[in-house]
């Protein structure tokens, strides 16, 4: 074996490489912190959820033993009526009512009407006792949810982001299509995802081109407009888009001004899916102008000149010796475009009414309103699987190493 | 020449002005044979590259017409002028192979695949790069780039192909050796070529004629032989090799000869340029046609100098002299036995015929090409 006389000194003296490794520390843990540690725990919470699994083990432990037939037996009902009432103790019973009503809705109050009037209830026979307080414990469905909801890992918010769920048999099946909601979202955000990086892509790319190959003070004049967006708030730009296209808004006024339209017949182009692209391309064009502005202004211009010398069209000039070259940026611009649309919140929120709402707004409403963070997690987790599969993708057909970001 | 004994391409007072004050090329007359390599010569600035362009079309004329086979081409994008072109940076398509470089002329023209893999192939055999279809533009040296380039420009059989420094990137051996690949493939195809250079010995080694440039203007259009030993112009004589010029005036004029005072000596000397008695004017000598120490009365200009230094190159001595006004006098002798003699601090005789000696415009400006 050789020894390298560096590995020596490396033993007793932290080498370069190693304090080299010492000053990125700070930025990896703070990364850690605040990004790949609440990441991970979003993701862990999609599938695991104790709160009902530790308030009630010892119904669950009997309820597993039950074969989900009938009712089940006595022991089952004095279980849950005595952690029922140390639950309501620990005031943990609101929470463990919540994930139960989400199984099953209505379950809520079910389970605290119960406990409340438990409390005058000193012996069995508990299972009379329980279906006089409420009926539902009468119903094996209602044993069924608690028991689902007693799982503490469960694919059931996953099966729920994707408009599934679990019959009583077990097997998956769609969700009642009154309550079939997030598939269509999926779709709404892919489809305007996918518009919006078309439409950054066709305005971007002559911008991008023009800026390329102007002479050196006309472009950087050029460049600074691309850039001027960014230096402004995007709540300010969401807000001046809101002021030009709402019904009383500028355009409409010139319009009605000019005779286009009547009065009464003003264009509704803004708390709509309109009002989503208008505004989600005007955010994100600079993201699709960079990076082809970066691979553009590389390519010689005597590459165009050559393609004519050699009897090539201006169109075969273009797309055989052009429009080749400048993929790796048309790819980096629409990968980026992409996934930031794909998770785009704050335009869609404001701009888009209720038919431009996006899977994004859904996320933040079970995080902010709902409170059900299992689900916004389990949506959010679907969304990072899709975009990963897109990086994937793109390695695969166009090699991420050939990207460009600028 | 062809047959009709027309020109084949021919500039007629072409004028290009960018701006429309001051003009890059100025109402240039020239003519340029089928199948003969011309070569633009001048400085930078000069209007030669701006020459090329306007032929290729991608510079419009401002003034004046150029006319190829007999046929204004104005009118015509340079798609249709067909004419192949090698640019300055080779301007190959780096995200195709060699082979899909060379076939992309041909494609645009509609031409099937097995005609395009022919010529392709025979292509690459004229700049002998047999096997080289699949490896991409940057796998290859700079040299085999220009091969590459060459190629693409001749694939389609074009009658005349233009050439705008194409060496300019490559290092003096390899420039060297494309010079005399070119005049091959130049010999081979017999297609009329056009070159641009600001480097006077490659226009030398390849061209049937040289047209030297200066601002905008043909100075001299000539073989290279003509314009070696016949300059027209101060400019041409400096232009073009090495060469001595001492400033003086005329004193006298008989015929084709004149006689010129210069630093307190009269040198007899051929008359090119049109001048008059008194008039100030340059003497131009080829180092190399001064003899040393000459038989007396063999030469009419006959001198004294002084030798100031003495560089051994090899195949001949570089010497410089004191004669005439200047110390800048260089005298190329060839290195044979006996030379060995000479010594700087000696005073020596030289001398050269008038022939040899050319009296031309005065120099305007020390510009240095």
Redesign the interface.
């Known amino acids: 074996m050789n020894v390298v006389p560096e590995q020596k000194t490396g033993r007793t003296l932290p080498g370069p490489r190693m304090r080299a490794a010492l000053l990125v520390l700070p930025l990896l843990v703070f990364i850690g912190v605040t990004f790949l540690a609440p990441l991970a725990n979003m993701l862990v919470r999609s599938v695991h959820d104790p709160v009902v699994a530790d308030a009630l083990p010892d119904t669950l432990e009997r309820l597993r033993a039950w074969d989900g037939r009938g009712l089940p037996d006595e022991a089952v009902y004095e279980a849950l009526a005595v952690e029922l009432l140390a639950a309501r103790e620990d005031r943990t019973l609101g929470q463990v009512a919540t994930r139960i009503n989400r199984v099953q809705s209505g379950l809520r109050s079910v389970l605290t009407r119960s406990a409340r009037r438990l409390r005058n209830i000193e012996a069995g026979p508990w299972r009379e006792a329980m279906t006089g307080i409420h009926a539902a414990w009468g119903d094996k469905e209602t044993w069924l949810a608690l028991r689902e909801a007693g799982d503490r890992y469960t694919a059931r918010h996953y099966l729920n982001a994707l408009d599934l769920q679990r019959d009583s048999g077990g097997s998956i099946v769609r969700q009642p299509e009154d309550r079939r909601i997030y598939i269509t979202l999926f779709w709404r955000t892919l489809l305007v995802s996918l518009g919006v990086t078309a439409l950054c892509l066709l305005i971007g790319y002559p911008v991008a081109r023009l800026i390329a190959h102007a002479p050196p003070r006309r472009a950087y004049l050029l460049l600074l407009l691309v850039l001027v967006p960014f230096w402004t708030s995007l709540l300010v730009r969401t807000t001046s888009w809101i002021v030009l296209l709402q019904n009383q808004g500028v355009l409409n006024d010139i319009f009605v001004f000019l005779g286009l339209i009547a009065d009464d017949g003003r264009i509704a182009m803004i708390y709509n899916m309109t009002g989503t692209f208008v505004a989600m391309t005007h955010v994100l064009l600079p993201f699709m102008v960079l990076p082809l502005y970066s691979v553009m202004s590389a390519i010689p211009r005597v590459q165009e000149s050559a393609a004519e010398s050699l009897g090539a069209t201006p169109w075969q000039s273009f797309w055989r010796v052009y429009w080749p070259q400048t993929l790796p940026g048309v790819g980096a611009g629409c990968l980026l475009v992409f996934i930031l649309a794909i998770g785009y919140y704050i335009t869609p929120a404001l701009v888009g009414g209720s038919s431009g709402q996006l899977i994004s707004n859904m996320i933040a409403f079970h995080m902010q309103t709902s409170l059900n963070w299992s689900l916004a997690a389990a949506l959010g987790g679907i969304l990072l699987i899709c975009v990963a599969g897109l990086y994937v993708l793109y390695d695969r057909l166009v090699g991420i190493e050939r990207m460009r970001l600028g | 020449m062809d047959g009709s004994g027309r020109p084949y391409v021919e500039y007629r007072k072409v004028s290009k002005s960018y701006d429309g004050k001051s003009t890059v090329v100025d109402e240039v007359d020239l003519d340029i044979r089928k199948g003969e390599f011309l070569t633009l010569l001048g400085p930078s600035g000069s209007g030669k590259t701006t020459c090329l362009m306007m032929l ?3 510079e419009s004329t401002t003034s004046g017409e150029i006319r190829v086979d007999g046929r204004s081409i104005h009118t015509l ?3 249709r002028r ?4 090698v ?3 080779y ?5 195709m192979t060699v082979g899909a470089n060379l076939a ?2 041909l494609e ?2 509609g031409m099937d695949r097995d005609t395009c893999r022919e010529r392709v192939e025979r292509a690459l055999q004229l700049v002998r790069l047999e096997g080289y279809e699949d490896r991409r533009p940057s796998q290859l040296s700079g040299g085999q780039q220009q091969r590459v380039a060459i190629a ?2 001749l694939v ?1 059989d074009p009658e005349l192909v233009l050439m705008d420094e194409p060496l300019g990137a490559l290092d003096r051996r390899l420039r060297e050796e494309m010079q005399y690949e070119i005049r091959r493939i130049h010999k081979t195809l017999g297609v009329t070529v056009v070159y641009v250079t600001h480097d006077q010995q490659e226009a030398m080694v390849m061209s049937d004629r040289i047209a030297v440039l200066r601002g905008g203007v043909i100075e001299q259009v000539a073989d290279p032989e003509t314009l070696y030993e016949e300059p027209r112009s101060s400019f041409v004589a400096r232009f073009i090799g090495e060469n001595n010029r001492l400033h003086g005036k005329v004193v006298g004029i008989d015929g084709d000869i004149c006689d010129v005072e210069t630093g307190g000596e009269t040198i007899r000397a051929i008359r090119i340029a049109p001048c008059g008695a008194g008039d100030p004017t340059t003497l131009s000598i080829r180092p190399e046609r001064v003899a040393v120490a000459p038989e007396p009365g063999l030469y009419t200009n006959e001198l004294e100098a002084l030798i100031e230094d003495i560089t051994f190159l090899g195949d001949y001595l570089r010497i410089r002299v004191s004669v005439c006004g200047t110390s800048d006098f260089v005298i190329k002798i060839p290195n044979i036995v006996g030379h060995g003699a000479l010594l700087a601090g000696d005073r020596i005789r030289i001398g050269w015929t008038p022939t040899d000696c050319r009296v031309l415009d005065p120099d305007r400006e020390e510009e240095t090409p």
């Not at chain 2, 301007?91 to 995200?95: E, G, I, N, Q, Y």
Request: hydrophobic content about 50%; cysteine-free; aromatic content about 20%.
């Open positions: 290729a079309g991608f994008p340079p798609r067909g004419i192949g072109m640019f300055q940076n301007a190959l398509f780096p995200h992309f002329p645009v023209r693409r420009a389609f």
